[in-house]
C-alpha cells in the first residue's frame, strides 16, 4: 500500500508556471507507476500524464503535450509534475494516483491523494 500527498498547486496568471509534487509514503513507491489526474468542477475526473516505475516510460494527454513534463525520484518516493504556459482552462483539482503499471484509465489506479487546487487566471 502507498499514501500520497500532492502539494504545489495555486493561484497563476495565464502563461505562467507552477510545479507539482506528489510525496508518497512506504517502501514500495518505486513498484508504482504514478498518474496526474485533474477533475474541474461539473466535470469528469480525466487523465493528464503517467509515468512508469523506472521514469523511462510517459505518456501525455494531448491537451497538455509540450506544456507539461513529468518526472519522479524514487530517492526521495517524490513525482513532479512541471507545469508551464498554463491556460485557464487548466483549471481544476489535480490528483496523483498509484497503479502497478502506466495506464491512463482513471478505473487502474487505486491509491489517490487528496488533490491540490489549480487556478490560472485569465
Known amino acids: 500500500q502507498v499514501q500520497l500527498v500532492e502539494s504545489g498547486g495555486g493561484l497563476v496568471q495565464a502563461g505562467g508556471s507552477l510545479r507539482l509534487s506528489c510525496a508518497a509514503s512506504g517502501r514500495t513507491f518505486s513498484g508504482y507507476a504514478i498518474g496526474w489526474f485533474r477533475q474541474a468542477p461539473g466535470k469528469e475526473r480525466e487523465f493528464v500524464v503517467t509515468?512508469?516505475?523506472?521514469?523511462?516510460?510517459?505518456s501525455y494527454a494531448d491537451s497538455v503535450k509540450g506544456r507539461f513534463t513529468i518526472s519522479r525520484d524514487n530517492a526521495k518516493n517524490t513525482v513532479y509534475l512541471q507545469m508551464n504556459s498554463l491556460k485557464p482552462e487548466d483549471t481544476a483539482v489535480y490528483y496523483c494516483a498509484a497503479s502497478p503499471l502506466p495506464y491512463s484509465g482513471v478505473q487502474m489506479y487505486h491509491y489517490w491523494g487528496q488533490g491540490t487546487q489549480v487556478t490560472v487566471s485569465s
Open positions: 509515468i512508469s516505475r523506472s521514469g523511462d516510460i510517459t
